[in-house]
């Protein structure tokens, strides 16, 4: 074996170590590309999905708007939260006038009257139906009345 055998066994040796290398560092390169390639169609799905449900969301919006803006004189009150919608405060503050409410009326019913009734809405009007009035009031009934004390005596025609 001369020098020029060995040098170029030495370079067929190194040629072949480096190509090995290349496969190896290629193998790798494949296998990331292949985790980094995945199946994204569930995600696309998920995408178009959330896509779809934001887009009725927004024309529920805009139809609510709508109603709102053409519901004009009728009542329009929001409805009561419920106590998964309140805030904290929001619940305590609602505790704090249910507390108070219900002292109140054990005040009324403790002083001697009975719990304080909430007077019912009139449907119609604001008058009272005819044939029931009001009991007349001590005051009402003196100013259509002149007194008259018991010592004195009427006038007799």
């Known amino acids: 074996m001369g020098k020029e055998e060995a040098k170029q066994q030495s370079k067929e040796a190194q040629r072949a170590k480096e190509e090995a290398a290349f ?18 169609s569930k995600e696309d799905a998920v995408a178009e999905r959330e896509a779809a449900a934001k887009a009725r969301k927004e024309a529920a919006a805009a139809q609510a708007a709508r109603e709102e ?13 419920t106590t998964d919608e309140m805030t904290p405060a929001e619940k305590k503050a609602a505790l704090e006038k249910k507390k108070a ?18 007077p019912k809405k009139k449907a119609e009007s604001s008058e009272e139906p005819e044939g029931i009035a009001e009991p007349p009031t001590s005051d009402s009934v003196a100013d259509g009345v002149e007194r008259v004390s018991i010592t004195e005596a009427p006038a007799a025609d």
Do not use: F, L, Y
Not at 23 to 40: C, F, H, L, S
Not at 69 to 81: A, E, F
């Open 69 to 81: 803006h053409t519901m004009g004189g009728k009542n329009t009150k929001p409805k009561k939260k």
């Open 23 to 40: 496969q190896k560092k290629q193998e790798r390169r494949d296998k990331v590309w292949q985790v980094g390639a995945k199946d994204t």
């Open 101 to 118: 409410a219900a002292a109140a009326a054990m005040a009324a019913i403790a002083a001697g009257g009975s719990a304080p009734v909430k």
